[in-house]
C-alpha cells in the first residue's frame, strides 16, 4: 500500500555512506550488512546519525546492477575513510511516495511515483546511458525500524526522485 504521491522542497542533506555494487536478488543482504558495517564506523568516529538509514540508487540496469550507497544522514559530512564516503543529498524537488509494507512490494511502489510523474508531465535528472538508468538523486529511506517493528506490513519507506527544474 502507497500513499498518494507528492512534490516536495528539500534542502541539502549530508550523509556518510559505503558504495557498492550488487544485484536486485543480493540487495536486501548487502544494505543490511553495509549498514552494520556504516552504524559501526559513525558509532567508533563518535559521529550521530541525524535520521533514518536511506539507500541512494546511482546506476541501475536491472536486474543484475544496481550501484548503490547505503547512506545514513549527519550533521556535515566529513571525507570519511576511502571506503565510508561523505557527501550530500542536492537540494531541489522531488517527486516523493510513502510506501507500507515489505521492501518486496518496492518495485511496484517505485513504478507507481514513476508512472504518476509521467501522468504529471514531470521529469527526473537523469543521466541515462544505454540500457543503464543514471540518477542524480533516487532515494529510499527505511523509516521504520525492523528491530523495532517485526511486522513487516507495517514497516513504511519513503521514494524520492529528484525533479529536473
Known amino acids: 500500500m502507497s500513499e498518494t504521491p507528492r512534490i516536495e522542497q528539500r534542502t541539502e542533506q549530508p550523509y556518510l555512506g559505503i558504495p557498492v555494487e550488487t544485484s536486485m536478488q543480493e540487495e536486501p543482504r548487502v544494505i543490511a550488512s553495509h549498514l552494520q558495517e556504516l552504524q559501526a564506523w559513525l ?37 570519511g575513510d576511502g ?6 543529498i542536492p537540494e531541489g524537488r522531488y517527486a516523493v511516495l510513502v510506501h507500507q509494507g515489505p521492501v518486496s512490494g518496492l518495485v511496484e511502489a517505485n513504478a507507481r511515483l514513476q508512472r504518476w510523474a509521467r501522468e ?31 511486522d513487516a506490513s507495517q514497516h513504511r519507506t519513503e521514494i524520492a526522485y529528484l525533479l529536473k527544474s
Open 120 to 150: 504529471q508531465g514531470l521529469d527526473f535528472l537523469t543521466q541515462d546511458s544505454g540500457d543503464v538508468e543514471g540518477w542524480t538523486s533516487r532515494i529510499e529511506t527505511y523509516l521504520s525500524d525492523p528491530q523495532q517493528e517485526p
Open 43 to 79: 558509532r567508533a568516529e563518535g559521529i550521530a546519525a541525524t535520521g533514518a538509514p536511506f539507500v541512494r540508487y546511482r546506476r541501475i540496469k536491472m536486474p543484475e546492477l544496481l550501484a548503490i550507497e547505503v547512506c545514513l544522514p549527519v550533521q556535515t559530512a566529513p571525507p
Open 83 to 88: 571506503r565510508v564516503r561523505g557527501n550530500a
